[in-house]
């Protein structure tokens, strides 16, 4: 057992442009009635045309460094989840790193686990700081999905949105706190139900791909759903029977931010009370691996986490992936 890692502070960011689905009613055939019942999104913010995600997520990182009562100066790991880079090539975390002067002995890299990115992240720069890699990690999730949405396919342009959220990595005052555990895993069989078929060693750009719409995200809705809810709900029950944790002593789950429905049905499926589920999605959408670290800063700065309270943080994601977290604050 390594020193306790605990989070320091946290950071979001999102655009301020708000798109509602009276909006989007405009653009495609849909309406603010079927988006509201079938999903609970109500609008999503679209970053600008000079806001890459490498600026969402640096002004998410900036939030969380201050927060932590930190500099840039103080931050020896940058981890970066992403499906939505500046670009294949450098990665976005070492933009952010310049953006924010983090100091260059700091390894910074990308981590795309889709929608379980943050996750993914967060255990990893845990990881790292175990095995000595430093004091201090900024993890960030950030994505400007705007750019990868088909914006004449109403089944999925209107359920993602641009955002990002940021917490800094560091030792626990008391080895009580912290992050307590985290379970990672992945059905990699199931690759279809959600991708951006384009772009990559597959299907390299082409006017081919252009033409066929490869370079926009695909998604099979109703598998995707399902599975959503059976793979949060088996990695929530895992990790609390690991900790011998009960779900009555769970003051707050922060679910990914993909769907109400999907949320409501976790929360009878574990006897969780909705109430403790903290839900942001009616005003971000599904903002894909940005949505954890986002709505866990809305959280805490709403009053909603005291010392001493155990959060559970599950999501799922293309791949399709999964976790699962339990912090004790
Ligand atoms: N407006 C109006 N009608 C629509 C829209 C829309 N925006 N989108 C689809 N429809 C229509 C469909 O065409 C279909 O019409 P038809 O019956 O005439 O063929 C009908 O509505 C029903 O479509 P379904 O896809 O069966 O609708 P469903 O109730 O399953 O809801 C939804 C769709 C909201 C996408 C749901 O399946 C869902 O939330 N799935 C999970 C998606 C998700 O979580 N994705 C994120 C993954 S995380 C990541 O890694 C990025």
Redesign the pocket.
């Given at each position: 057992m390594g020193p306790s890692i605990a989070i320091l502070g946290t950071g979001s960011y999102a655009p301020a442009k708000i798109v509602s689905n009276h909006d989007?009613s405009r653009l495609?055939?849909?309406?603010d009635e079927?988006?509201t019942t079938?999903?609970g999104i109500r609008e999503r913010r679209i970053a600008g045309q000079h806001e890459p995600t490498s600026e969402l997520a640096a002004r998410a990182g900036i939030a969380a460094i201050v927060d932590a009562r930190l500099t840039s100066a103080d931050i020896d790991l940058v981890v970066l989840a992403t499906?939505t880079p500046d670009m294949p090539m450098p990665s976005t975390a070492c933009v952010v790193q310049h953006k924010l002067g983090i100091p260059v002995h700091a390894a910074c890299f990308d981590l795309n686990a889709?929608?379980?990115g943050f996750l993914y992240a967060l255990e990893v720069a845990r990881a790292l700081l175990v095995a000595g890699r430093g004091r201090h990690a900024l993890v960030i999730g950030a994505e400007k999905f705007s750019g990868f949405l088909d914006w004449q396919d109403?089944?999925?342009c209107?359920?993602?949105g641009d955002a990002a959220g940021a917490v800094v990595l560091g030792r626990a005052v008391d080895s009580r706190h912290g992050l307590l555990g985290c379970n990672l895993g992945a059905e990699g069989g199931a690759t279809d139900l959600?991708c951006i078929p384009g772009g990559g060693s597959l299907h390299p750009p082409s006017a081919h791909s252009v033409e066929h719409r490869q370079h926009y995200?695909k998604?099979k809705?109703?598998e995707?759903?399902k599975s959503?809810v059976r793979v949060m709900a088996g990695a929530a029950r895992e990790i609390l029977e690991q900790h011998r944790l009960t779900a009555d002593q769970i003051t707050c789950v922060i679910p990914?931010q993909?769907?109400r429905?999907?949320i409501e049905t976790l929360s009878k499926d574990l006897e969780i009370p909705l109430e403790r589920f903290v839900i942001n999605l009616d005003r971000y959408g599904?903002t894909?691996a940005a949505s954890i670290p986002l709505a866990l800063d809305e959280a805490r700065r709403a009053g909603r986490i005291h010392a001493g309270d155990i959060s559970l943080l599950l999501a799922?994601?293309?791949?399709l992936?999964y976790g699962s977290a339990l912090i004790r604050w």
């Open positions: 989007l495609v055939d849909t309406s079927w988006i079938r999903t499906v889709a929608c379980t109403r089944a999925t209107v359920l993602f959600l995200i998604m809705g109703r995707v759903f959503a990914h993909a769907n429905r999907i599904n894909s799922f994601g293309a791949g992936t």
